[in-house]
């Protein structure tokens, strides 16, 4: 199964940049294993002035299935994807978006 909240003409193909902020299989969470979770930068376009216009989107990969999310988008500069990781991984993020994830599934 694959779900997403997002139109799949913008991440039909593979992200310009991604990190993996999650991995090996052992997390669970209300009966779910979290096999991964990564963190996904398509770059969509390009301004002279402000400079890229990012989508950013989590995919999270559990034992039920795959949810691929929208996570941020706009001109966020050129370390959008390391500042988005920066403040999922230093704050309680991940427990929040490993919920998002798991309501997605159910849906």
Do not use: C, H, W
Not at 34 to 59: A, C, H, N, P
Request: proline share 3%.
């Amino acid at each position: 199964m694959r779900a997403s909240d997002i139109d799949p003409g913008r991440t039909n193909r593979s992200p310009d940049r991604a990190k993996v902020l999650l991995a090996g299989g052992t997390q669970q969470n209300q009966g779910v294993v979290i096999k991964k979770i990564e963190m996904r930068q398509y770059v969509e376009r390009k301004d002279e002035s402000l400079g890229d216009y990012s989508l950013l989107t989590v995919l999270v990969d559990t034992d039920k299935g795959e949810v691929e999310m929208k996570y941020d988008e706009g001109f966020r500069g050129p370390d959008a994807l390391d500042s988005a990781v920066a403040m999922l991984t230093q704050y309680v993020g991940l427990a929040s978006l490993i919920n998002r994830a798991l309501i997605e599934l159910q849906r």
